[in-house]
């Protein structure tokens, strides 16, 4: 596969390895925010490779972790409404909400469809008339234009069975509740694929705002080995900038037609994060002028109090970076994957299933 | 509005005149045997000498028919396979059908057509069989189980039992292929015909092995749901021992590796139709791989680890990049992620 | 939550700004096929580009020449012969 094969070349990484090593001369934290670093760290085994006194931590960069329970519930609401299919990306399906998930709500006989593009969940709208698909729309900067074109597409074809059930969210405001204080980080990989579209600039109020060495990383081996060698030698230096270590996808204002595209569609709303409460403005939510794609004005859902967190479930403390997997009591024990008490667990790129299914334990 | 007659209605089932009729005209004309010809309640086998081996699946897939295959050639090299996976040579399979009311006639007569050329090249007759019918609704087009009856060798003891440190770990061939291509044709991902279905009868290939190498396999396993991570970690508990793996050595065709990037599924937890894992005593290792070699199942096999003298239970996979990670079973369907 | 691969492009349809014909590419890699959308892409690829896929869409069009830097400078990187910059 080209521009995927040369960035897995062994060699390549080993020699980065060996830089890594030489460039860690104290104990360094470095946070990744992003669910796909944190697969593919695990995937290829890039940890054993790190030395001893690197640690990357796992912050809230995984869309389905971050996804309150209550909004779980949102689309299971949905979900038993008889004349509605609900689409939704994989990830989604077997997260808990308080009353169960939407697998479970499959099995009861609610009509749940796995799709792969929010272009899916508008072919299934023109193949049901009779139904109204709610697309459920979760993830960050590099999915929300993805969604906001399928909106766009459908206004423009006046479709009137087709609607998105928004749980989107945008990385900034995150940080400054993360980083605020006295944060224990001396650097931020920052995820390629958001930055493709919101640009390298972007990421430049983080670096200063909190002192903060950042690298832009891209997502394979020897992407992900290089960024964190730049990370550790901005680290040594205690230097707060933003580095760009994935040019080929990353340039300087990203992808700005499609975030106007976005912020054409949606408007920032305060968003509930598993964990973290109530951020401001970290949301996104369908405007006024697109009212009949939007799920929550096309459905009558009561706002119901968000049920408490399992008890003992340290998911907000695991996203947060304040403790690893392992650290949960629950951890392998009463939460595994076959029976996951929250997000983390269930999301394969959560950071205690990716942890279970590929680290130690 | 469905022509009665070109569908599978109830009164096919129901034992009556059309149950008979059914019968003679897809099964019989396709499976014609002595022992299955006289429909008699049982069918009789002659006395074997030796110990028999005995398995039952049963197959839902879902679409009935894609690339490499369908349900009713997986129905017969599943069972054989399992068969062969106790070093055992195939005597006779029963065949059972639930079949869902409104099924187009001519699906079941191209599902048995498949069944008679894999028993025909497996080289296996179906000797017993039975058919049921239900409503609408009550079963997704087609099930069919098929259970098969084999006899082991004196002498053979092929189990996990028999797996010791050093044995060297081989995978018969390309990883993943008849996982990921289902999950494409169920879900129509029009990835554009790379992909296809590896399944096979492996009881040829095992019995030469077997006869040319005895005492020299200890374990076979055919890695099907789970895919070989999840076998692997099985077989790595039950026989209390330790593994490693090298990613690089693992067969893997690109079209099947590039799809499963698209998708965020690991190919290590997709289900194989026609492959095996070997557990093997180290002095023959490269003779059975030569052997594997000349024989069309086992074209691409490959030599992917050796069991190790370390915590019992423990699978450590080398990555590509020369990493290391522990490989861990697969719990529940493998969910294609986006995010 | 970046999961997303580099497709190069076999064909390039529907940029006449027609609503019924809605721009896509068809792409593919290792033989493996998809048709995915360029409604968000930055820059219109042309035959023979590579573009960055993730959820049925195309994100970014690649630079051959600077994807060639890109990995230019990581061997150089590896080596131990740059600083960053």
């Not at chain 2, 049982?42 to 295959?69: E, H, I």
């Not at chain 3, 994100?59 to 890109?70: C, G, I, W």
Request: proline letters at 6%; hydrophobic letters at 45%.
């Amino acid at each position: 596969m080209k521009h995927v094969d040369e960035y897995r070349d062994r060699k390549l990484v080993k020699s980065l390895a060996f830089r890594l090593t030489g460039q860690v001369k104290r104990p360094l934290r470095f946070m990744e925010v992003c669910g796909t670093h944190t697969m593919n760290i695990f995937r290829f085994g890039l940890r054993s490779l790190f030395p001893a006194d690197l640690e990357v931590v796992s912050g809230p960069g995984c869309p389905v972790c971050v996804t309150d329970s209550a909004d779980i519930d949102v689309c299971i609401a949905a979900a038993e409404n008889e004349n509605v299919v609900i689409a939704t990306f994989g990830d989604l399906v077997r997260v808990p909400g308080s009353r169960g998930s939407l697998a479970e709500s499959r099995a009861r006989g609610a009509r749940v469809e796995i799709v792969y593009s929010p272009i899916d969940a508008l072919e299934l709208a023109r193949a049901h008339k009779d139904k109204l698909v709610v697309f459920v729309g979760i993830g960050f900067e590099t999915t929300v234009p993805t969604v906001a074109a399928a909106v766009a597409q459908a206004a423009r074809l006046r479709m009137d069975n087709f609607c998105v059930l928004s749980l989107h969210k945008v990385m900034p405001p995150v940080f400054a509740r993360l980083l605020a204080g006295n944060h224990q980080l001396d650097g931020l990989l920052c995820p390629g694929h958001v930055a493709t579209i919101v640009g390298r600039r972007a990421f430049e109020p983080l670096a200063l705002d909190y002192g903060l060495p950042c690298v832009i990383g891209g997502f394979e081996p020897v992407d992900i080995m290089q960024a964190l060698v730049q990370l550790a030698e901005l680290a040594a230096r205690r230097e707060a900038k933003v580095v760009n270590a994935y040019p080929r996808a990353v340039a300087e204002d990203g992808n700005s037609s499609a975030w106007r595209l976005v912020t054409d569609i949606f408007q920032p709303v305060d968003a509930q994060w598993r964990g973290l409460g109530t951020i401001k403005s970290s949301g996104l939510a369908i405007r006024d002028v697109y009212a009949a794609f939007d799920a929550r004005r096309r459905l009558d859902f009561e706002t119901e109090t968000p049920a408490p967190p399992s008890t003992g479930c340290r998911c907000g403390d695991v996203i947060c970076g304040r403790c690893r997997p392992v650290d949960c009591g629950h951890f392998g024990g009463s939460c595994t994957p076959g029976h996951p008490l929250g997000p983390c667990m269930v999301s394969s790129e959560g950071s205690c299933a990716a942890f279970y299914r590929y680290g130690e334990h | 509005m469905e022509n009665k007659k070109d569908c599978v209605t109830l009164d096919h089932g129901s034992g009556g005149l059309a149950a008979r009729e059914l019968v003679q005209e897809v099964f019989l004309s396709r499976l014609n045997n002595s022992r299955l010809a006289p429909l008699e309640d049982s069918a009789v086998l002659p006395a074997v000498k030796g110990r028999l081996a005995f398995t039952t699946d049963s197959y839902v897939v879902d679409p009935l028919f894609f690339p490499g295959g369908d349900i009713g050639a997986l129905a017969v090299n599943g069972t054989v396979n399992d068969l062969a996976m106790r070093g055992a040579v195939p005597l006779a399979l029963s065949l059972g059908l639930i079949i869902e009311e409104g099924l187009p006639l001519e699906v079941l007569e191209r599902v048995v057509d498949s069944i008679a050329a894999a028993a025909e090249t497996a080289g296996v007759d179906v000797v017993t069989g039975d058919t049921k019918v239900v409503h609408r609704g009550a079963a997704d087009k087609l099930f069919i189980n098929t259970s098969g009856i084999g006899s082991i060798v004196e002498g053979v003891e092929i189990s996990p039992g028999q797996v010791r440190p050093g044995d060297g770990i081989i995978l018969s061939g390309t990883m993943a292929d008849h996982g990921i291509t289902v999950l494409a044709e169920r879900e129509d991902l029009g990835f554009g015909g790379q992909l296809r279905s590896d399944t096979f009868a492996l009881n040829h290939v095992v019995a030469a092995l077997v006869e040319h190498f005895p005492g020299g396999i200890h374990a076979l396993r055919d890695p099907t749901r789970g895919g070989v991570a999840t076998t692997l970690c099985e077989i790595a508990v039950v026989s209390g021992s330790s593994m490693e793996i090298w990613e690089e050595r693992v067969p893997l065709n690109r079209p099947v590796a590039v799809a499963c990037e698209i998708l965020g599924i690991d190919p290590f937890f997709l289900a194989n139709e026609g492959k095996c894992l070997l557990f093997v005593d180290p002095a023959v290792e490269g003779e059975i791989l030569k052997a594997l070699y000349r024989h069309p199942g086992g074209k691409q096999a490959s030599l992917i680890g050796r069991v190790t003298d370390g915590e019992a239970g423990r699978v450590v996979l080398h990555t590509a990049v020369a990493g290391q990670r522990l490989m861990t079973p697969l719990t529940g369907d493998p969910l294609p992620r986006i995010c | 939550m970046c999961l997303a691969i580099p497709m190069r492009v076999l064909e390039v349809r529907g940029t006449g700004g027609d609503m019924l014909e809605p721009p896509l590419a068809v792409v593919e890699a290792e033989g493996v096929r998809r048709e995915v959308r360029l409604d968000i892409v930055d820059r219109l690829p042309v035959v023979g580009d590579y573009v960055i896929v993730h959820a049925g869409f195309a994100l970014h069009s690649l630079d051959e020449q600077q994807a060639r830097e890109n990995l230019d400078l990581l061997a150089m990187m590896a080596a131990g012969g740059n600083e960053t910059r």
